[in-house]
């Protein structure tokens, strides 16, 4: 997939709404399956998860992705201090991130 800025919804999470209040999440927002429920987040932008974000993370080899989506490498995930946020789908990103206050008044 190449990376689009622009695809990435604005504010803080990985999501937004549509005028219709439709939910449409960031196209490069992912679920790792087989992870712990609060480090299953993955960022296809970023090409990092939960799983990697923390200080003890061993980058690209605790996730392997397939043709089904991405998968945790149950080999090579240790006891990880987990402190990425992608599982609850706040950005890691930091694009589109600015809020409009005066959307808020």
Known sequence: ???DESLIPPGHYCY????KGEYIVCPYYDVI???PKQADGYCHFL???DIEIGEDARASSSVIITEGG???NKDA???FIFTGLLWDQ???CGINDEINENDYN
């Open 1 to 3: 997939m190449k990376k």
């Open 16 to 19: 937004t709404y549509d005028s």
């Open 33 to 35: 399956k087989g992870a």
């Open 47 to 49: 090409e990092k998860g």
């Open 70 to 72: 991405v998968e945790v």
């Open 77 to 79: 995930v240790p006891d």
């Open 90 to 92: 706040v950005k890691e």
